[in-house]
């Protein structure tokens, strides 16, 4: 099996590069009688369908948005776990409900925002992730769009 992350990248390539990839790929599918899983964003379905044989040998699979459901708590709870606090992060349901509202229920957002928030109580000597935290935290997202809006605009 070969797996290929963030496939949707080589569509920032020319579309001989382009061209070249997926060849490859198939070449590689073929003579190694390998199967083929790549992973990406929803360009990344664009960037397949570019090779008609390639994209007849692949499935497309979604990942759903998370729900406000006992799945979403148990995913937020087994990542602070990982992050190995020195005390317990025990959230309530609306810190649960504004961590999904952050993200938008995208997994890898989710991911980002719980590291980060991790992080913070490393760095302050909280040693846990609190209410407070997750009320105040700032998603890196919206700060390059913060920052991106609130530039001062040259005057011509």
């Not at 759903?64 to 606090?85: N, R």
Request: one cysteine or more; proline letters at 3%; a negative charge.
């Amino acid at each position: 099996m070969i797996m290929i992350d963030e496939v949707h990248n080589l569509l920032a390539g020319s579309y001989r590069e382009q061209r070249r990839f997926l060849n490859m790929l198939r070449f590689l599918s073929n003579d190694l009688c390998a199967s083929l899983v790549v992973f990406g964003v929803n360009e990344a379905a664009e960037a397949v369908r570019g090779d008609e044989q390639l994209a007849r040998r692949l499935d497309e699979h979604f990942l759903p948005l998370w729900d406000d459901d006992v799945e979403f708590s148990q995913l937020v709870q087994t990542l602070i776990a990982a992050m190995q606090l020195e005390r317990g992060s025990g959230l309530s349901l609306q810190s649960l409900r504004t961590i999904l509202a952050v993200t938008g229920g995208v997994t890898s957002r989710v991911f980002t925002m719980i590291k980060a928030l991790a992080i913070e109580a490393i760095e302050t000597g909280e040693e846990r992730i609190t209410d407070e935290a997750v009320q105040s935290w700032q998603p890196i997202w919206a700060k390059h769009s913060w920052t991106v809006r609130n530039q001062p605009q040259p005057a011509f």
